[in-house]
């Protein structure tokens, strides 16, 4: 298939100028050639890539805008993100037990297929869970960071507030504590059968490391210790008298517990997990931590001192190796060895000379900002280490008083801490005793096992970064693309030569660079510029353009006003002249003329006088700086322009100009709105349509062409102004083959 709005590749010089050097004609009134046709229709059943390719290149900007906000969103995304670490433990589950003694003739059941759904059922049950929970003893801090919210969570929590029963876990309810452990502990759990094996894998997620081997070989702990206790169901006078003994030093390690932590809120007390005071602790990595920022403000000093007393950009390499000061120097001694080349050639005052005098006056000033720059970076380094020094030698001053004084309040607390401690001991012996009588009532082995136990994880399971970054950056090229060509589809320019013959089915008579620096005027005045040279290429063009050579009187228009009709007039007038031809320029745009302003010439008498009858000929011509070019302005505006060119005086000043003068170029008015043009059109013998690349529409342009062929009008061709190969799509430069001077002139 073939899509109008991607027009295939250009085809180079050959499809720009008409064919002259084998005698044949122009194209003309709106005719394709039969090859250019044929192409055509061939390519409309074909996928051109290449044209697809162009508009990537064309869009590059907004496609790489797209990339760079969607990856930037994932990347802040998964950065914000409270990462989760995953800890595995794998667990072996037999088919059935064995039994190592058996009891009368009873022997081992069938297997049941359900049994293994049954199993992975038990390590997700909340039973289990709690059992978990319990035996890990997660206390309140820890089961706050477990339950650390994600990015969603965060933002649902700010707009939907937590009710009440939510706020009542985090009490000192034993009991509510323990659901919400157990909720931790399920929340994070996963189980992962391993497949065609009897192995399984329990996965636990949490935010804390730690915490997730914990609960991943509490879970495999746990879940064996269940299953033994379900098949030793029998108790006995030990067992008993060992769970009494529990209970007692149960409470008597609560007891003992709340004591501590009542002493410790009462003189505001809180010790790390080695024992150590918080203010102590914090006291001794205040100390670090002012000794790294000591050393910081000495280097950042010293890196001040040394800038400060460089002179000029004689600063350290170590300051100059991130910055293009370097670059810059080399730029500069190139041009200035390219000026003083040039000197003996240019004199100081010419353009050329002027320009990179230009550039060097320019690459000096890049160069003092960026040594500025780098001063007042260095500065502003050195007066930051300074003001941290400061805040953390305030910051050490103070916590010295308070660990003086935290240090005489702990006597008490590390009393009642040595109870805690004697107590757990005794509590954790008769626990161990006590599964040890429950394991020695039966002889049987367990038909679950461990065959990995978790490790602490050292990354995290997710985000992960490598891979939301990829999705990140394939999703914006994604939408980079699909962008790229819906801006495409709707934009209904023409931009391209092969735009302009597919669409208007006219030959491209020339290709007008766009201008970057000169004006128009100066751009065709300087010979040696790709603009003017781009127009000598349509002059010669023009010179095939019929059997007879260029028409004896060109009407110049456009299909709306500004795409550059009256600069192109005056150009081809200018270049035409240059060749010794004798040519009249006349302005027959009666409503909006330009011609007068841009070329700077006075002149009250115009060609609204003549078809007035006010003058004659002679009295509206001008001269110009060129003796062969003369000029008929438009004159006073008349209020009905259309009327005044339609009556019988045009028809005979044309034949009366046409014979006086080689060749007449009439700067016409556009076509769409009025009826000017299409009534000049058909007085004239050629008619060569204006349109510049990336304004004028498709639609606009098409209408055009209609009006001037309803008009019978001779199309000879058009002219694509404005035109940009890399805005276009295309990677070649029409400026590099027209121009042998400055080729962004």
Request: aromatic share 6%.
């Amino acid at each position: 298939m073939h899509d109008d709005k991607f027009p295939a590749r250009p085809s180079g010089g050959d499809a720009r100028m008409p064919p002259g050097a084998d005698g044949t004609t122009a194209r003309s009134a709106g005719a394709l050639p039969e090859t250019l046709s044929d192409t055509h229709r061939d390519d409309r059943d074909e996928i051109d890539l290449l044209a697809y390719w162009h508009v990537l290149v064309k869009r590059r900007w907004l496609i790489l805008s797209i990339l760079g906000m969607v990856a930037a969103a994932s990347l802040l995304i998964t950065l914000i993100a409270t990462p989760i670490y995953r800890a595995t433990a794998v667990m072996q589950i037999e088919k059935d037990e064995q039994t190592v003694v058996q009891v009368g003739a009873v022997g081992a059941q069938g297997f049941d297929p359900d049994f293994l759904q049954t199993q992975y059922q038990l390590l997700q049950s909340r039973t289990l869970a709690e059992r978990v929970a319990d035996d890990l003893g997660l206390d309140a801090a820890e089961l706050e960071r477990l339950a650390q919210p994600g990015l969603g969570q965060r933002i649902r929590r700010l707009t939907h507030p937590a009710p009440e029963a939510t706020v009542a876990i985090r009490q000192a309810n034993s009991r509510q504590a323990l659901r919400s452990a157990t909720q931790a502990v399920r929340q994070g759990l996963s189980i992962e059968p391993v497949r065609n094996s009897r192995l399984v894998r329990i996965h636990y997620d949490s935010p804390v490391p730690e915490a997730s081997a914990r609960v991943a070989n509490g879970i495999a702990d746990g879940f064996i210790a269940s299953g033994l206790e379900r098949r030793f169901g029998a108790s006995s006078y030990a067992k008993t008298y060992l769970e009494d003994q529990l209970r007692i030093i149960k409470a008597r390690l609560e007891n003992s517990e709340r004591q501590l932590v009542a002493f410790a809120q009462k003189e505001n007390l809180v010790s790390s997990l080695a024992g150590q005071s918080l203010a102590s602790q914090n006291l001794s990595e205040l100390n670090s931590s002012l000794a790294t920022a000591q050393d910081q403000r000495i280097r950042a000093q010293a890196r001040w001192t040394q800038a400060q007393a460089a002179k000029g950009s004689a600063l350290p390499a170590d300051m100059l190796s991130d910055s293009i000061i370097r670059k810059l120097q080399e730029q500069r001694a190139e041009l200035r060895g390219t000026y003083q080349e040039k000197l003996q050639i240019y004199k100081p005052a010419y353009p050329e000379m002027l320009q990179l005098k230009g550039q060097l006056d320019d690459i000096d000033r890049q160069i003092g900002t960026e040594l500025s720059n780098i001063r007042a970076s260095v500065k502003a380094e050195y007066d930051a280490a300074a003001s941290q020094e400061r805040l953390l030698q305030s910051q050490l001053n103070r916590l010295r008083t308070e660990a003086l004084d935290v240090d005489d309040r702990s006597i008490e607390y590390n009393i009642l801490k040595r109870e805690v401690d004697t107590n757990r001991q005794l509590y954790d012996n008769l626990l161990q005793r006590f599964k040890e009588v429950g394991v020695a009532g039966d002889v049987r082995s367990n038909n679950v096992s461990i065959v990995d136990r978790a490790e602490v994880p050292t990354q995290p399971y997710k985000p992960n970064l490598g891979f939301n970054l990829a999705v990140g950056l394939l999703a914006g090229l994604v939408l980079g693309t699909l962008a790229a060509f819906l801006l495409e589809f709707f934009d209904d320019t023409l931009k391209t030569p092969d735009d302009v013959e597919q669409h208007l089915k006219l030959a491209v008579l020339g290709i007008i660079p766009k201008l970057v620096k000169q004006s128009p005027l100066e751009a065709a005045l300087d010979l040696r510029s790709a603009y003017s040279e781009s127009y000598r290429s349509v002059r010669t063009a023009l010179q095939f353009s019929t059997d007879h050579g260029v028409p004896r009187v060109l009407l110049i228009t456009s299909s709306g006003p500004g795409e550059g009709k009256s600069t192109t007039s005056l150009t081809l007038a200018r270049n035409f002249a240059q060749m010794g031809k004798r040519v009249l320029l006349l302005e027959s745009d009666l409503r909006n003329p330009s011609l007068q302003k841009l070329m700077g010439i006075a002149g009250d008498v115009g060609l609204s006088n003549i078809l007035a009858g006010s003058h004659v000929l002679s009295d509206a011509i001008r001269n110009t700086s060129d003796e062969l070019l003369k000029v008929i302005f438009a004159g006073p505006l008349p209020p009905n322009p259309s009327e005044l060119l339609s009556g019988p005086k045009l028809i005979s000043l044309l034949e009366l100009v046409a014979g006086q003068y080689d060749l007449v170029i009439i700067d016409a008015p556009p076509i769409m709105g009025i009826a000017d043009a299409p009534i000049l059109a058909n007085a004239v013998d050629g008619t060569m349509i204006v349109v510049q690349s990336g304004r004028t529409r498709i639609a606009t342009a098409k209408a055009a062409v209609k009006h001037l062929q309803a008009a019978r009008a001779h199309i000879v061709g058009s002219v694509l102004t404005h035109y940009d190969a890399k805005l276009a799509g295309y990677g070649y430069s029409y400026e590099g083959y027209y121009g042998y001077g400055d080729p962004r002139a």
